[in-house]
């Protein structure tokens, strides 16, 4: 049996949460390279994602699991995705710190 590869695609959402999460990073907590490091640990996080993107938990809360919304842990970070079966895609959603108010920030999500 061939295995499936996934397309891992992100919502502009999604690009506009990391990009103010590395400029917080390397410009308000002056800290570059920890900026770097996120967004290479965040980046890697995605490509494995093309392989077997289901071995990722989906979210325990309503309605979002019953919406098949995943969460995966990324160092501080939570990143939330869903996957299409039929097109082998992965929508990448959000990118939202762990120790936000994760329910708060799911009610506000896009989920396209």
Avoid at 22 to 29: N, S, T
Wanted: without cysteine.
């Amino acid at each position: 049996m061939m295995e499936k590869i996934y397309k891992v695609k992100t919502t502009s959402q999604a690009e506009e949460q990391m990009q103010e999460i590395i400029h917080y990073i390397a410009y308000e907590l002056k800290a570059p390279d920890a900026a770097l490091h996120l967004l290479d640990a965040l980046e890697d996080s995605f490509v494995s994602l093309t392989h077997f993107p289901q071995r990722v938990a989906l979210v325990d809360e309503e309605p979002w699991r019953n919406k098949g919304i995943h969460r995966l842990p990324v160092k501080n970070f939570l990143v939330y995705f869903w996957i299409d079966e039929e097109s082998l895609k992965v929508q990448v959603i959000a990118v939202i710190y762990d120790k936000r108010d994760q329910l708060y920030h799911l009610s506000k999500m896009d989920m396209e």
